[in-house]
């Protein structure tokens, strides 16, 4: 498994806003979708389903640095930066790929919930080893 999951999407028209450029609310839905792509890919979704748990995020936080336009093929990259004891940090980056530029970056903070509670719980030491973590000094 590789610990920096990268998939690419071509900006839909219906992600620009009035001013041209991808609204930001669409980075906030890309950034679940990689968190969900990767994951799958991961084992973790399957594992964490058979333990009777999910994943819910608690914040996210989001810096635009450039505009992203409709037909601009973005790379998305995300990985696992910590666990706490119920907490999990996954990081974003959104990279265009004609001119290798970063329009955005991000984090969510993850809660593990147990399903049957709705309350937050310990993440089981199987489900921290679906994913390698990524030290600062290695993000991308």
């Not at 806003?17 to 991961?42: C, F, P, R």
């Not at 530029?101 to 593990?112: H, L, P, S």
């Amino acid at each position: 498994m590789e610990k920096i999951c990268r998939h690419t999407i071509k900006v839909p028209a219906e992600a620009i806003d009035t001013n041209g450029h991808v609204n930001n609310v669409h980075y906030i839905q890309w950034m679940q979708d990689a968190a969900v792509l990767h994951s799958k890919e991961a084992g973790c979704t399957r594992l964490t389903e058979s333990l009777g748990a999910t994943w819910v995020i608690r914040t996210h936080k989001v810096e635009y640095i450039q505009p992203a336009f409709a037909d601009d093929n973005i790379t998305v990259l995300t990985w696992v930066s910590n666990f706490r004891k119920v907490r999990s940090l996954r990081k974003y980056k959104f990279i265009r790929t004609s001119d290798n530029v970063t329009v955005a970056q991000g984090e969510t903070d993850w809660i593990f919930i147990d399903k049957q509670t709705g309350r937050p719980s310990i993440i089981p030491s199987e489900v921290k080893n679906t994913f390698e973590l990524v030290p600062e000094d290695q993000e991308p």
